[in-house]
């Protein structure tokens, strides 16, 4: 009864510390404070996954989300020396436009929260804390597996990084010969448009 | 867990999505941007997860895992083109990209 | 082996991203070579399997309409892949920098390639959901694959922010959606709902309607598509417009017939809605374009209304029409955008002012053009009007004559601003010193078959008939 109560306490603390931070990701000023804060509201929820039993949920999340995603970020922020960016205020249409956009969200979706099936059989429910259950619903290929989506998403991997490094690549200085390898210097063929070529 | 009503678990899911949406549509800079995205996203993956542990199936926990991978590929290559953008803006301001008009 | 198209999409992409290792510079070019080739043993294998059924306990489907959607992407894909080889091989009168490493292009677009093939088969929520995302990422890195011109990298990263606020939608309509039946299996979705008519499932609807609208360009969802297509490379352009399309396409088949089937009929009213909205403003914002990429987009979005009507019709009656349709419009589309890529490769132009003269210095390329652009605006007896027909009579069958109407009116409409293109090209002198363009002999061969393909599916009905017998009972086989 009481780890119960516990339980509940600390799930409402929880999430109200995760909308803080999350409040603080949309109106912080600064950058940093505001990568800070986003890693607060990730590590938070990793916090609630535990919570409802999901521990192996709670670790993948702080090894991608806080450990990865928050740093790839503020890596961005500081290549491109924006962390002591002050941002401005937002103009009045585009913050009464979000808050309107926010407001309709939240009020539509709590609504449809409290008067739907969902209340209905809470009891006993209970995340499967079971990770081998997750596991051999990734590999298993028979009708209850997700072993097509798992092979999916290893190509959607690839494919992101393929592009994400040839976009992120510097851009051939314009003194150098077109080269459809893009940095290398290609050889004499591909050294001059086809215009020049066909004069020469 | 009996004790933590499913519902309040989607509740939160659902707030937290409606403050990235909001985030998403006040801001104008474009990392701001993409931290409402995750915040999006990790509220999609709550409610997959919620949803999972109202039906007791593994289901809602593989789909999470999904999303996650998702949002790290796209945030990946979004901040790819955020340096690129940066490169030849010299700003991170999306209201900077004047180029096309029609 | 009912997965070999797709898998033989996915070697192909890894093939040419090893072999590129080993190539010199003078022979990268071979790598394009390799695409084609694996798009044609894609194509081959699917054209000759015949048979329908499940595979891995039925996350992976393929049926008629899958089968269809499986032909018109490879089709599309292949053409990508013809209209990108001059620009990446330097091939071009005008330098074009920064459009570089074509085996990673080639590679990430097979990649793209092979979600939308698995989107269609998929039947579960995770499957479709992770093709999805497969189909729409990499495409972020190549509309943003010239790095010399900043309008790419900002369409990159405008489709980045839209692409992915529309697909948080998505992916949270969905957990809805599985909060509510417990299920996973898209029909089993669409059997278990009924039971659960009420607020959350309306909430469900409309993020999902709202995902799928982006992703078809949509009125009011499709605000990324102007920018994305006019900085995207010319040749992803011509992707976006016609693959793009057809996966948003496959995208509400999925949704609209499997999860909401039950309400479609009931929907109508809304479809229609979309649809009036999606034309008209397409329609009304492509005449006081400029570009003629921008231009195209408009187009595209208003070609996408046209195609809603074949939602109206009871169950699956409006299928056949639409698929028609969309082999239809890509081969129209990709006739209109061979010559836009021919021009922009020989002078580096796209402004629509650029063409005029063109009839007078090239004949052939300017006639094809004027021809897939009368088909775009459904001038009979060409495919688009073919097609077009077939949409109207489903609309029209359903009792939607205002709608059916309005959407004539639309197509007099488009008629209009598509004149004005050829006005430039017919009407408007060249300039004095215009001489006659070359064109390479890929882009000449490509655009004499899909001119002959615009003219073929419009005299020759036989296609709309298999397609019509292929997937007639297409909804029965839907455990319903």
Known sequence: MIVQATHTVLFYLIAALALVMALSVVFSRKLLRAAIALMGVLALTAGLYILLGAEFLAGVQVLVYVGGIVVLIVFAIMLTRSSDLLEDQPTLPRALLGAFVGLVFLVMSSAVFFSSPFQADTSGAQVTDDTVAIGRSLLDYGPKGYVLPFEIISLLLLAAAIGGIVIARKIPAPSQPFTSGGDLPGEADFTQPRSQREEA | ?????????????????????????????????????????????????????????????????????????????????LLGFYHHFKTLDADAAEGMRG | MLMLPELLVVATALVVLVIDLFLSERTRWLTGLITLLGLLAAMAAACTNTMHGALLGGRFVVDAVAWWFDILLILAAFVTVILSMDVLNGNTRVRMRGLGARA?????????????????????????????????????????????????????????????????????????????????????????????????????????????????????????????????????????????????????????????????????????????????????????????????????????????????????????????????YIVTNLGVFTCIIWYQNETGREEIEDYRGLSQTNPIMALMMMVSLFSLAGIPP???????????????????????????????????????????????????????IPITKKLAVTEAFLFAGVVILGIVPTLYESIHADTATWLATLLR
């Open chain 3, 382 to 436: 060409l495919s688009g009007f073919v097609g077009k027909f077939f949409l109207f009579s489903i609309a029209s069958s359903a009792g939607y004559h205002w709608l059916v109407a309005l959407a004539a009116v639309n197509s007099t409409v488009s008629l209009y601003y598509y004149l004005r293109v050829i006005r430039q090209m017919y009407i408007e002198p060249p300039d004095a010193d215009a001489r006659r």
């Open chain 3, 104 to 328: 990673e292009y080639y590679c990430v677009l097979l990649f793209t390639l092979a979600g939308m093939m698995f989107l269609i088969s998929s039947r579960d929520l995770i499957t479709f959901y992770v093709s999805l995302e497969l189909a729409t990422i990499p495409m972020f890195a190549l509309a943003a694959w010239r790095r010399d011109d900043a309008r790419s990298g900002e369409a990159g990263l405008k489709y980045v922010i839209l692409a992915a606020l529309s697909s948080s939608l998505i992916v949270y309509g969905m957990a809805l959606l599985y909060g509510l039946t417990g299920q996973t299996n898209l029909d089993a979705i669409g059997r278990i709902l009924p039971n659960h008519v009420g607020p959350a499932f309306w909430f469900a609807v409309a993020m999902l309607v709202a995902g799928a609208g982006s992703k078809f360009t949509v009125v009011p969802f499709h605000f990324w598509a102007a920018d994305v297509y006019q900085g995207a490379p010319t040749p992803i352009t011509a992707y976006l417009s016609v693959a793009s399309k057809c996966v948003g396409l496959a995208f509400m088949f999925q949704v609209l017939f499997r999860i909401f089937g039950g309400w479609l009929h009931d929907g109508s009213l809304l479809v229609s809605i979309f649809a009036a909205t999606t034309m008209t403003l397409g329609n009304t914002v492509a005449i006081v374009q400029h570009n003629i990429k921008r231009f195209m987009a408009f187009s595209a979005v208003s070609q996408a209304g046209y195609f809603l009507l074949g939602f109206l019709g009871p169950n699956e009656a409006g299928v056949a029409a639409m698929l028609f349709y969309m082999l239809v």
């Open chain 2, 1 to 81: 867990m009996a004790s933590v009503p499913m519902e309040h678990a989607l509740v939160l899911a659902a707030v937290l999505f409606a403050l990235g949406l909001a985030g998403l549509l006040v801001r104008r800079n474009i990392i701001f941007m993409l931290m409402c995205l995750e915040i999006m996203f990790n509220a999609a993956g709550l409610a997959f997860v919620a949803a999972g542990a109202r039906w007791a199936q593994a289901d809602g926990q593989v789909m999470f895992m999904m999303i996650l991978t998702v949002a790290a590929a796209e945030v990946a290559v979004g901040l790819a083109l």
